[in-house]
């Protein structure tokens, strides 16, 4: 029913800047939480940012004052500033999406990944 599309990640030296995108599309009444998790080679995927429907966000302590998260109705960003070799992973975008007037409509869902790589 819903799709996330995520895009932005590349590679960049440390001290650079990326800015991860995601679309949601497909059935969607109202969308309750979006945010961005990453997962490193060997780690448990984590929390990075997150966004409620009311506008609070929360950010993992490691990215708080380089990280922000946004949203645009359907569209979440990410913007990394001075990225270091810690925040290598895949970049995960989520939501919990409403399909419906129903409270049982919820769902959460998922986005295929982007790779950030930071350079020395």
């Known amino acids: 029913q819903v799709q996330l599309v995520e895009s932005g990640g590349g590679l960049v030296q440390a001290g650079g800047s990326l800015r991860l995108s995601c679309a949601a599309s497909g059935r969607i009444f109202s969308i309750n939480f979006m945010g961005w998790y990453r997962q490193a080679p060997g780690k448990q995927r984590e929390l990075v940012a997150g966004?409620?429907?009311?506008?609070s966000t929360n950010y993992a302590d490691s990215v708080k004052g380089r990280f922000t998260i946004s949203r645009d109705n359907a569209k979440v960003y990410l913007q990394m500033n001075s990225l270091k070799p810690e925040d290598i992973a895949v970049y995960y975008c989520s939501a919990n999406v409403a399909g419906g007037v129903s409270a049982f409509s919820a769902k959460d869902y998922w986005g295929q990944g982007t790779q950030v790589t930071v350079s020395s």
């Open positions: 966004i409620a429907s009311g506008g």
